[in-house]
Each structure stands twice: as C-alpha cells, then as structure tokens.
C-alpha cells in the first residue's frame, strides 16, 4: 500500500483547509486510516482517525469540533478537513493506514503499517 497525502500550505488563523490522501491497491475499505502530525521538536500525535466503513471516527481532543476526517471508498481516499486553524496545528501531517488496527488503539501510531509522506501545514498568527 502507498499512501500520497497533499494538500498542505500556507494560511492564517482561523482558516481552512483540507488534506487529502490517497491509496494505492484495490483493498482500501480494508484498512483503517488515520492522521497524524508532528510538529519541529516534538513527538508525532495522534489527530484523528476513521474506521473502513467510515461509521466510526475518532479525534484527538486539540481538534475535537474543528477537524473532521472523512473517507471516500470508491476513490481510494481519506479526507482530513481542518477548521479554526491555529498556530499550535502547525505541523507535517501523514496519513496512515493499517489492516488490523481497531477499537480503542486508533490513537497509537506504532500500530499503523503504511504510512504516506507528510505535508506541511503552516498556521500564521
């Protein structure tokens, strides 16, 4: 599985955007996907994370009501709408993806296998 994460940039405060990562193979519905990031000096975390149906979503509580990640099956891609952006989201964002990661362990990015390229996202205050 290769996971191509984009859309990343550049935007002020309280603005918008949204990453998208896409998988390579035919088997995506099979796989969890979450996001991460990591921002200079600090340890990669957890954002938010959707199950292969997408009934089933999960979010770090620094985004909880101002990112929402969505999946598109058929298009092979995972969706990470962020809202109400903040200087503290800056950071390289990845995209990961993993066959049995479930339940409460969405969180923990040592589960995941497949993991895109990051993209930089930069809040201006």
């Known amino acids: 599985v290769q996971l191509q994460a984009c859309g990343g940039g550049l935007v002020q405060t309280g603005g918008f955007l949204r990453l998208s990562c896409t998988a390579s193979?035919?088997?995506?519905?099979?796989?969890?996907m979450g996001w991460f990031r990591q921002a200079p000096g600090k340890e990669r975390e957890f954002v938010a994370a959707?199950?292969?149906?997408?009934?089933?979503?999960y979010y770090a509580d620094s985004v909880k009501g101002r990112f929402t990640i969505s999946r598109d099956n058929a298009k092979n891609t995972v969706y990470l709408q962020m809202g109400s952006l903040k200087p503290e989201d800056t950071a390289v964002y990845y995209c990961?993806?993993?066959?049995?990661?479930?339940?409460?362990?969405?969180?923990?990015?040592?589960?995941?296998?497949?993991w895109g390229q990051g993209t930089q996202v930069t809040v201006s205050s």
């Open positions: 990961a993806s993993d066959l049995g990661v479930s339940g409460p362990y969405y969180y923990r990015a040592e589960l995941y296998t497949y």
């Open positions: 193979g035919r088997t995506f519905s099979s796989y969890a």
């Open positions: 959707i199950s292969r149906s997408g009934g089933s979503k």
